[in-house]
């Protein structure tokens, strides 16, 4: 067989003989120069002796724009729908790309078969760059675009040190301005529901909490931490769970308008009243905030905005690409504090 395969040989196997990522192969097929000369010619080699033929249609579209951008969001169509906040960052990155003339691609990746299939859709390059929102620190995706070469901008953070471009808004900021505003209200039993502690928005927001809880000069007390999910069902447990432990709270800060929601339908059900008997704070200032029994006080990130700079600032990195890691952008947007009735 002179080496060669016996059949049709796919892009994985090319980088499995030549010992390097399937990125790096696509980069080598469609002329990238961000391959060093030494992987280069591995790849040319292993195309050789697999008898690897590349995708013409694929090529052909590296050599040109595609016009089309994907914003990418790696949650179920049920949280997708009943959370303001995705639906306001999708206004945003749709705005914005609608004055550019580029197409919005919004894609769910939910499990690692569409993982999978995302990366083929990427490699083919389909579209010019992508947006990723709602990331978790063990999410594969952000690296995963990069080494396959196209432009990346995130919508939040995986950690402090984040290498990627993003765009964020002070989320720690958020959880002190919410607990000084309870405890100048006088509260002095403060509990908070975190969002999943594997995305650093969730983990800012406590960390901001508990600089607000230490700036009061109150006791740090974990039995009023309780870990939520950004969902409502998410808020109702967390809520339950502290009432159960810490029966004498007096007010709560929920990382999260929807969580906020669930917390308040358990306040009632166990005949706490808010704000007379607890305290409610939420974040992101979304209709929910606006439209709950009583309003609610809550933390406004500037959502729609985040969605539109993300969005310039990857347009910007196609049409001036910045090779060296510390070139890429940051951009953290400030929060406000809205006061209404659950306070």
């Not at 919005?104 to 947006?131: C, I, S």
């Not at 002070?170 to 969002?195: E, F, K, M, P, S």
């Not at 967390?238 to 308008?257: G, K, N, W």
């Not at 929807?258 to 166990?270: I, K």
């Amino acid at each position: 067989m002179n080496g060669r395969h016996s059949g049709r040989p796919t892009l994985e196997e090319v980088a499995a003989r030549a010992g390097v990522g399937r990125g790096t192969v696509s980069r080598v097929i469609n002329g990238s120069p961000r391959v060093s000369a030494q992987a280069r010619e591995a790849v040319h080699r292993a195309i050789e002796e697999l008898g690897y033929v590349p995708n013409q249609a694929a090529r052909a579209l590296a050599g040109s724009r595609t016009d089309a951008i994907a914003l990418v969001i790696p949650e179920t169509e049920a949280r997708l729908f009943a959370e303001p906040y995705f639906l306001d960052i999708i206004r945003g990155v749709s705005a914005e790309l609608g004055e550019a003339d580029k197409q919005l691609l919004l894609t769910l990746v939910r499990t690692e078969r569409e993982r999978q299939r995302f990366e083929q859709y990427l490699a083919a390059q389909r579209v010019d760059g992508v947006l990723l929102a709602s990331v978790h620190a063990d999410d594969p995706l952000p690296d995963l675009v990069r080494e396959l070469g196209l432009p990346l901008v995130l919508n939040g953070r995986r950690t402090a040190d984040e290498s990627a471009a993003y765009v964020d808004s002070d989320n720690q900021g958020a959880g002190r301005a919410a607990v000084a505003h309870l405890a100048g209200r006088g509260r002095r039993r403060i509990a908070t529901i975190t969002g999943p502690l594997d995305m650093y928005v969730a983990r800012a927001r406590l960390d901001g909490y508990r600089e607000g809880i230490a700036a009061a000069g109150l006791e740090p007390d974990e039995l009023l931490v309780a870990t939520g999910d950004f969902t409502e069902e998410g808020g109702r447990r967390a809520m339950r769970e502290l009432i159960a432990r810490a029966p004498d709270l007096d007010a709560v800060f929920a990382a999260s308008d929807v969580m906020a929601a669930g917390a308040r339908g358990v306040l009632r059900e166990s005949g706490r009243r808010v704000p007379e008997d607890v305290a409610l704070v939420g974040v992101d200032d979304s209709a929910v905030a606006r439209l709950m029994d009583p309003p609610l006080t809550s933390v406004r990130q500037p959502i729609e905005e985040m969605g539109r700079a993300m969005t310039r600032m990857l347009l910007r990195e196609l049409a001036e690409p910045s090779e060296a890691a510390g070139e890429r952008p940051r951009q953290v947007l400030p929060t406000e504090l809205v006061v209404r009735e659950s306070s």
